[in-house]
């Protein structure tokens, strides 16, 4: 089992920047892909950015590319994967989800049904 926590998020104006932390314990994260996801109200959950379990390969949805918008990163050894999200719009405001699943290749899916573990949430307001 491995329990990830967010933390991070908060109320930013458009163009402001925010790092959102994921945490992981109870195994080591360094077997594990791990995504990032946001959920606006009302709708669906979405893919924003996963890195495989070595970090040398990230990907990225095309809402967030462009000009280094949303970067993610990870530090094995402190068991954390990050979030920068740089140039924040308004259209970015959702709870932001991170999750694991274990990786025996060298991708990270981008579907929310191939994950297994989740964190409860950090919520991201951009204003105006």
Known sequence: ??????????????????????????????????????????????????????????????????????????DNAKNMVYLQMNSLKPEDTAVYYCAAVRAFGVGAPSGTEEYDYWGQGTQVTVSS
């Open 1 to 74: 089992q491995v329990q990830l926590v967010e933390s991070g998020g908060g109320l930013v104006q458009a163009g402001d920047s925010l790092r959102l932390s994921c945490a992981a314990s109870g195994r080591t994260l360094s077997t594990y892909a791990v995504g990032w996801f946001r959920q606006a109200s009302g709708k669906e959950r979405e893919f924003v950015a996963a890195i495989n379990r070595s970090g040398g390969r990230t990907y990225s949805s095309d809402s967030v590319k462009g000009r280094g918008r949303f970067t993610i990163s990870r």
